[in-house]
């Protein structure tokens, strides 16, 4: 699945969000930036899998 990401230049580097995914971000570099919103967005996703699980036993 793929989820759509903005990236915004500031001081620091870039922030990159995932407006799909509430609270979902991550900051760095353009690239570094890129690499490090995809792993939240695993993690992210693991997490709401993990919760749902053990919300339904």
């Known amino acids: 699945m793929r989820y759509k990401v903005n990236l915004k230049?500031?001081?620091?580097?870039?922030?990159?969000?995932?407006?799909?995914?509430?609270?979902?971000?991550?900051?760095?570099?353009?690239?570094?930036?890129?690499?490090?919103?995809?792993d939240a967005i695993k993690s992210y996703l693991a997490t709401i899998e993990e919760l749902n699980k053990n919300n339904g036993s």
Do not use: H
């Open 9 to 38: 230049k500031t001081d620091e580097g870039y922030s990159v969000w995932c407006p799909g995914l509430r609270g979902c971000w991550s900051q760095g570099d353009s690239e570094e930036a890129l690499e490090k919103i995809r």
